[in-house]
């Protein structure tokens, strides 16, 4: 990762977003300078009937703060139309160069001809950032990304934030460096946590935390995580929240045919969990946990504003 | 459609499959020669989970003898991966050049920037044969049919014949010749009614006569037949059935929130449509009407076998 350092001369700049004179973000944001800010976020919208229907029911009954679009997916002008007519909610795009179920397959939206070292024999994305992160062209990709928000916007998507699928934008340095430039590019801020600072050199390191709003802590459930019951890992990940910006990342969806068929094979973040996801964040026993460690939830929208406020340039 | 002349010298070839000596082609298939012979053909393959796992329960019942893969959509690579693995199913390709539904979209497998004259701004199909008619470029119509073809060969699937969604490829004179034309280059029999005879000249409808497997009747549900039980229509269709080649087309899904979402704002071919459809052919009454009236069914690999038996050329 020492090869960052050459990448990233253009973001020698001497902003300071994350602390504006003496406040931190929650104090810039109107809450106390320690406060548990939270980001609760669904991952894949897009990606099937299942999902997007699951996440308006989170919107709806406050499960959740904010989503992200796969815009290559079969099901993403489904969701950005209902966006679209619910201009209030807090929905970014969802970078996606993967495609890692086994018979439900999806490409990049640029002519695949302009974007092969992204593609397989078959034209989709490849399975894994492993294998992306080998033989993405660094200027195929970027394409392709812009392609995905530009599409978004076209289609009446404001977005809030950009994040990335699967971490496929963090798979090599070079597609760090054009994930970062297109924050800059489109005013987005992106999820970027801050210990990936320890990527980079010292110096360049500072420069990023100064350039944008990193999170200090993010949560995703992982299978080793999994004991007792579903809601006993978010618990743990609750109670050890810290003052900050947090974010918890959950998959939605309902168990029903369409998602089991989707997920066929793959348990993990598969149809099932799914579901536990979606009855978690619904249920008064995860809200109650978010005020018993008096979490304070926020969404992406809060944050772009932040950052294009002109005192802050 | 008079210009149609114009392309056809290329099919002016005397050979004539459709009788061979004094034997149609219900004697050449080993039955009676006034024989009922009807193809049940399921539509849509490929385009919904819903649709492929009713495919699949009206193959296992015996309601359907023959079906067709929309390659472009979403779950094409699912029903490819179970036609691979059950090769006696009677499957061809549903050549697609539209995408006729609200917000669950598709565009071509060619490199969208070779095919523009088939897509709109979003490279999507068009939603209706006459758009595409007035716009298609045949290079590029044949360039995208071909690739669906070529792909699904490479899935495994092993195609019986070609037919098309919507009669896409009926849209003009020029891609009513790449259909033809597809036909000889993959050795695969076409679903064209004898009664499209009427739109060339008479020496051209003779020679196609005596080139292609013609359908002498082409059954399908349409809005304005439905009264009273829905197998009524289907009743009238059976009863009317006469000796010779005969297709009936049915729409296969499950009524599920999958479909629902699909065909939502669209009733006809839409998810209680094809839930009905799914219902009759799986119904010991619509049996019951196949032998009361004397129906022999048969798929379309017979066919193809036919076309392609040495002493036949």
Redesign the interface.
Known sequence: MKKLLLFFTSLLITLSLSSQGNKNLAELLGYPRDSKLLIIHADDMGLA??VN?ACIKAFNNKGITSGSIMVPC??A??IA?YVKENPGLDVGIHLTLTSEWD????GG??????IQSLLDK??YFYPSVEELGKVAKGVEAEKELRAQID?AIA?GVQPTHLDTHMGSVLANPELIKIYLNLSDAYHLPILFPRAYLSWFQPDMAKSMESKFFLLDNLFMLEPKMISGRWIDAYKKGLEAMKPGLNEMIVHLA?D???MQ??SKGHDDYGSAWRQHDLDLVSSPEFKELLNTNHIILIGWRQIRDLMNTPSLK
């Open positions: 009937h299942s229907s079969p099901w002008s489904e139309a018979l439900y397959k999806w939206i640029s002519p695949s001809d302009k078959n034209n599409k289609s309902f029903n045919e369409e068929a989707i």
